[in-house]
């Protein structure tokens, strides 16, 4: 799994933004993935994950403060990952990761996720 996202930028509140994460490797379909994200200052927070499947009705799992707002899905034969971020505030401002973890999409704690991405930075001004 080798992983990169991409699709950060400076947005207004209020806007949409859709990330994206691409794996480079042979086994992404292996493992349930991950969003992540840290604000300046702050340690790396959970924001969603899915399961290997790309079912998003039953294995999907969400902070509850992005429940409704945030919306990851997969594509495993793009090798894709994307989040869509809705009504973004200025509190979502920071840099976003995407992460695989073998673990299952349950796990909501970084050390559980075992590849990274490097980040792509979201920035909502007021």
């Known amino acids: 799994v080798q992983l990169q996202a991409s699709g950060g930028g400076l947005v207004q509140a209020g806007d949409s933004l859709r990330l994206s994460c691409t794996d480079s490797?042979?086994?992404?379909?292996?493992?349930?993935m991950g969003w992540f994200r840290q604000a300046p200052g702050k340690e790396r927070e959970f924001v969603a994950s899915?399961?290997?499947?790309?079912?998003?009705?039953?294995?999907?799992r969400y902070v509850d403060s992005m429940k409704g707002r945030f919306t990851i899905s997969r594509d495993n034969a793009k090798k894709m990952l994307w989040l869509q971020m809705n009504s973004l505030k200025p509190e979502d401002t920071a840099v976003y990761y995407c992460?695989?973890?073998?673990?299952?999409?349950?796990?909501?704690?970084?050390?559980?996720?075992?590849?990274w991405g490097r980040g792509t930075l979201v920035t909502v001004s007021s």
């Open positions: 992460a695989a973890t073998s673990r299952g999409h349950m796990v909501t704690t970084y050390s559980d996720y075992e590849f």
């Open positions: 490797g042979r086994t992404f379909s292996n493992y349930a």
């Open positions: 899915i399961n290997w499947s790309g079912d998003t009705t039953h294995y999907t």
